[in-house]
């Protein structure tokens, strides 16, 4: 079983499209793994109320650091919590699944 870690675009959208998007991510992942896949919760609904965006991002690359494979969500490229994320996981040799690549 994989360790999947999803990294996603928050900023101004819902926590209902947030959990719709990450569905919608683990199903594409599920099939391009391969394999049973266990999803490491990195949506942040009960963080502190004023946690700023370096804490999320804190918070997200300690869980990557446990992830056997991440996968990028459809424009994470715009984002730069996302962006940092891609970077780190490519660096520490954490394999990478784009949506839609």
Not at 8 to 20: A, G, L, S, Y
Not at 26 to 35: D, M, P, S
Not at 38 to 65: R, T, Y
């Amino acid at each position: 079983m994989k360790k999947l870690f999803i990294s996603q675009p928050m900023r101004n959208k819902t926590n209902e499209q947030i959990k719709q998007e990450r569905e919608k991510a683990v199903k594409i992942a599920q099939e391009l793994v391969g394999e049973e896949i266990e999803v490491i919760d990195s949506f942040f609904e009960n963080a502190p109320h004023d946690a700023k965006p370096l804490w999320f991002l804190g918070k997200s690359l300690e869980l990557l650091s446990t992830a056997d494979v991440a996968f990028f969500v459809k424009g994470w490229e715009e984002y730069r919590g996302c962006r940092i994320e891609q970077l780190a996981a490519s660096q520490y040799g954490i394999p990478v699944l784009q949506e839609g690549v």
